[in-house]
């Protein structure tokens, strides 16, 4: 991609702003989702941690 001189900040740059704040909503709940809920969650020893 950097011999094509293509980055990924200068095509968001070109794109409007409603993409832009919805591709930042969608990358923050990602976050929050599968930060939660990634590899090795198990809601038992949450829920049965202190029994």
């Not at 968001?12 to 990358?27: D, E, G, M, R, S």
Request: aromatic share 22%.
């Amino acid at each position: 991609m950097r011999e094509q001189n293509f980055t990924i900040r200068d095509e968001l740059a070109k794109q409007n702003v409603i993409f832009k704040w919805a591709l930042t909503y969608a990358l923050i709940f990602g976050i929050l989702i599968f930060g939660v809920y990634g590899s090795g969650y198990d809601a038992s020893v949450f829920v049965y941690g202190q029994f």
